[in-house]
C-alpha cells in the first residue's frame, strides 16, 4: 500500500469497547490493577501494561504504534518537543567525553542546544558543513557517537547528499540522526537513503494545524545497535536486542527527564496522520507554484526553494524526494528590512509567526526574529540577511496566494 492509504488504514477502525471512531484520551497521571502481583510484573516488564504517564500513556502508545506502522519503521518513541527529540537522542547515544559530528547548517535553536546545553554537559560537538562531505570525514573518529543534519536545511535550503553522507558514517560504525521536520512522510523515505534515526517536530506538517507542541523520535530499522559502542545502548543490547536504542530512548532519557508529551497532544498528532499524505502535496505544489512565481517577479532579488531547476539543492534534491515535492518552505530576498516589513504589512492572507507546517501561510523576518541576537557569522551560516523573507507555505489555493503576493509588491513599487 502507498502511504496515503496506510495512513488511513493503518489506525484503529473503532474503539472495541464501545464503537468509537476516534481513540479515547486517558487523562490519567497512573494506572490501577487489581492486584500487587499484576502491578509487580508490570513494573518488572514481564506484563505490559501502564504505570504512569511520565513513563507511557495509552493514547500516546497509539499514536506512536500507527506512526510506526506507515512509515514501517522499527519503532518511536514521542516527546513534548522537536527539541526534546533532538535532545532525547542525543543524551541516549552520548555521553560526557563522547562527540558528535553536527551540520553547521541548523535552525538556529538546534544549533544552539549542541552549541550551549550539549557542549556543557561534557560532549565535544564538531561542526561540518553537509555541503562538502570531506569535512564530515575530516571530523569523524572513534570518538564520534552520531553525525546529525537537517535533511532540508532551515533557513538556508540546502538539501545535503544525504546517502553520500550515510555511507561515511555507517563505514566507521556511527549512525546517522536526520532532522526530518521540513521533509515530511509523502515526500522523503529516510530508511532508503541511509538515515538510522529520524527527528520530527510534530508541531509543523504531522499534527498541520498549529495547535498543539510535540516531537517524535522514529528508529528506521536500517543501523545494527548490537554492534553499537555507546555503552548506554550495549548495556541495553541484552534487555532489548535490536530495540536497544528505543529502550534507552524511552526508559532512561524520556523517562527520567520527563519529556513524555501530553495525551491530549498526542490524540492531535494522531489525527494530523489521516491526512498528512494530502497536505504534503499541497504545500509542495504551492510552494513550487509560488517559488516559480516570485523567481520570475522583477521586485524579488532572489529565491531560494529547492524544487527551482536553477537552485543550488535541485540537483541532490531532485533525487532524493518523491514525486516532484521538494517542500513546503521557501526564502526570498528584497533590498532590506524596511522593504521586507513593508511587503508582510502589505499582505493579507500570510500570518506573521514563527512556526512552519501550518495549514495556512505564514511569514517571518528572520535577522529580526529568530536569529536577532546571533553573531554575523552565525548569521551568514545560516543564509540569513536583513532582506530574506522565510515563507511556510499553507494549503490554501495557490491562485489566492499568488494574487496576494502580486498585490503586495506592487504596492512597494508604489511607495
Known amino acids: 500500500m502507498r502511504l496515503q492509504t ?31 502481583e499484576t502491578l509487580a510484573r508490570v513494573f518488572q516488564g514481564r506484563e505490559p501494561g501502564f504505570i504512569y504517564s511520565r513513563i507511557g500513556n495509552p493514547t500516546v502508545a497509539l499514536f506512536e504504534q500507527a506512526f510506526t506502522r506507515i512509515v514501517e519503521a522499527r519503532g518511536a518513541v ?16 552520548a555521553r560526557a567525553g563522547d562527540a558528535v559530528a553536527v551540520s553547521s ?77 521540513l521533509a515530511p512522510p509523502g515526500m522523503f523515505d529516510p530508511r532508503r537513503w541511509g538515515v538510522d534515526v529520524a527527528v520530527h517536530s510534530l508541531t509543523k506538517y504531522i499534527t498541520g ?39 534507552v530512548l524511552r526508559r532512561e532519557i524520556v523517562q527520567d527527564m520527563g519529556m513524555s508529551p501530553s495525551p491530549i497532544h498526542a490524540l492531535f498528532h494522531y489525527l494530523g496522520l489521516e491526512t498528512l499524505g494530502l497536505r504534503v502535496r499541497q504545500h509542495c505544489e504551492n510552494a513550487q507554484a509560488l517559488a516559480s512565481f516570485l523567481a520570475r517577479h522583477p521586485r524579488v532579488r532572489a529565491v531560494r526553494y529547492p524544487g527551482l ?18 517542500g513546503g518552505l521557501l526564502t526570498f530576498s528584497l533590498s532590506d ?46 543564509g540569513v540577511h536583513e532582506g530574506l523573507l522565510r515563507v511556510s507555505v499553507g494549503i490554501e489555493e495557490s491562485v489566492d496566494l499568488m494574487e496576494d503576493f502580486s498585490r503586495a509588491l506592487e504596492v512597494l513599487s508604489k511607495e
Open 337 to 382: 528590512r524596511e522593504e521586507c516589513f513593508r511587503l508582510i504589512r502589505a499582505l493579507r492572507l500570510p500570518r506573521t509567526l514563527a512556526n512552519l507546517g501550518d495549514a495556512a501561510t505564514l511569514i517571518i523576518h528572520p535577522a529580526s526574529t529568530i536569529y536577532h541576537d546571533r553573531t554575523e557569522e552565525e548569521r551568514a551560516g545560516a
Open 209 to 247: 494545524n498549529g495547535t498543539v507542541v510535540g516531537g517524535l523520535v522514529v528508529d528506521t530499522g536500517v543501523f545494527d545497535w548490537v554492534a553499537f559502542p555507546g555503552s548506554a545502548v550495549q548495556e541495553a543490547v541484552g534487555k532489548a536486542g535490536e530495540a536497544a536504542f528505543l529502550y
Open 105 to 181: 547548517s541548523l535552525f538556529g535553536g538546534t544549533l544552539s542546544l549542541f552549541a550551549r546545553l550539549v557542549a556543557r554537559c561534557g560532549i565535544e560537538v564538531r561542526l561540518f558543513d553537509p555541503l562538502l562531505p570531506d569535512q564530515l570525514e575530516s571530523v569523524l573518529d572513534d570518538a564520534v557517537r552520531f553525525v546529525f543534519l537537517e535533511v532540508i536545511g532551515n533557513p538556508r535550503l540546502d538539501v545535503p547528499d544525504i546517502p553520500l553522507l550515510a555511507n561515511l558514517a555507517h563505514a566507521k560504525g556511527i549512525p546517522l540522526v536526520a532532522d526530518c521536520t
Open 309 to 326: 531547476e536553477d537552485d543550488p539543492s535541485y540537483p541532490v534534491a531532485s533525487r532524493l524526494f518523491e514525486g516532484g515535492r521538494y
Open 78 to 93: 514521542a516527546t513534548s518537543s522537536g527539541m526534546a527529540a533532538i535532545t532525547a537522542v542525543t543524551f541516549a547515544l
Open 6 to 36: 496506510r495512513a488511513v488504514h493503518a489506525l484503529p477502525q473503532a474503539d472495541p469497547a464501545w464503537g468509537g471512531t476516534i481513540p479515547p484520551v486517558y487523562l490519567s497521571a497512573s494506572f490501577a490493577y487489581e492486584d500487587p
